[in-house]
């Protein structure tokens, strides 16, 4: 399932979701109640700038193009929050309203 992503609008883990850092696997996680996910290192970049408060979408993809070169970031990032907003791991806020998260 593809949903559209909105370069304005500000990322966020939803309640109940959260990364861990296993320091025996040496390895990241996102966690929710559901299960679990392994990040990779781009993932847990992307994951650790959807803060809400801080980054839109456009912006992560600014900071992930200078760590990451790619031509497709951009794509990547998008496909990436999309995923992970089809299944309830992310919101997104929009820069309108900053007191109204909307789920996409």
Known sequence: MFI???SDTRPYLAPGVRLFWDEVRQQSF???PEGTLVLNKTALAILELCNCECHTVSEIIAE???KYPSPNIDVDVHHFLSQLAARGLVRFESN???K???NL
Do not use: G
Request: proline letters at 7%.
């Open 4 to 6: 559209k992503i909105h």
């Open 30 to 32: 996102l966690l929710f």
């Open 96 to 98: 309108k309203s900053n």
């Open 64 to 66: 992930l193009t200078i």
């Open 100 to 102: 109204t998260p909307n």
